[in-house]
């Protein structure tokens, strides 16, 4: 138990599906983050939260669409995703985006293959 | 993000070995992370740094900020079976981490 839950481990879904990934922190902690992992490529930063209020969009397409109600939850909604976003999308929490020290666990992952 | 160069890409290991992989970047950090991932998993932390010339230890590994503030290092003593895995180092300034490719270590046959 790494304290990150997200669900589905799992999904597989059609170009013009719709549906949402979730992230639930049990860690006290104040931002969140998702991350999109490739094979054999860096993870790639894609949403920063910090108490409910989003801080960082780095360039993710319009059909990524983040969501988070509260400071434990974090989702993401999928909308006519491409086959070249299949990946693993990652999601982190850490204590306090803004401290030197902001050390960020992450969650299993949700491995997402777009058909 | 900064990219990361993190080497060697792979390795393979036998049990009882020594085993080394280090990370270097064109630009300074203030904090630089050592992260193991297995399959099907998140990354989990292994050592965190803070601190140029810091040498930090958690049971068998050992890992380095570098004096230049670009570069760390991670070792493993006596490695056995369950060290597989991918190793990925992040460095850091602010809430943004960059992360490397990562050091994928297996099993010699």
């Known amino acids: 138990e790494t304290g990150v839950t997200q669900t589905p481990r799992h999904l597989v879904m059609g170009m013009t599906n719709k549906k949402s990934l979730k992230c639930e922190q049990h860690?006290?902690?104040?931002?969140m983050y998702w991350y999109k992992q490739s094979a054999k490529k860096p993870l790639e930063l894609m949403f920063v939260y910090s108490l409910e209020e989003r801080v960082e969009n780095n360039s993710v397409p319009s059909r990524f669409s983040p969501e988070c109600p509260n400071s434990s939850h974090l989702f993401l909604h999928l909308h006519t995703l491409q086959p070249e976003d299949s990946a693993l999308y990652l999601c982190?929490?850490?204590?306090?985006?803004?401290?030197?020290?902001?050390?960020?666990?992450f969650g299993a992952g949700t491995r997402l293959s777009v058909l | 993000g900064q990219q990361l160069n993190q080497s060697p890409q792979s390795m393979f290991i036998q049990e009882g070995e020594d085993v080394s992989m280090n990370c270097t970047s064109s630009?300074?950090?203030?904090?630089w992370l050592w992260y193991k991932q297995d399959p099907g998993e998140g990354p989990v932390l292994l050592i965190a740094l803070y601190k140029a010339g810091e040498l930090t230890s958690n049971g068998r590994l050992t890992a380095q900020f570098g004096i230049t503030r670009k570069d760390s290092f991670l070792n493993i003593s006596a490695s056995i079976p369950s060290d597989v895995g991918i190793y990925f180092c992040a460095g850091s300034n602010d809430y943004k981490l960059s992360f490397g490719a990562g050091t994928t270590v297996t099993v010699r046959a």
């Open positions: 982190a929490s850490s204590q306090d985006f803004r401290t030197a020290k902001n050390i960020q666990y």
């Open positions: 630009s300074i950090f203030n904090t």
């Open positions: 860690l006290g902690h104040n931002a």
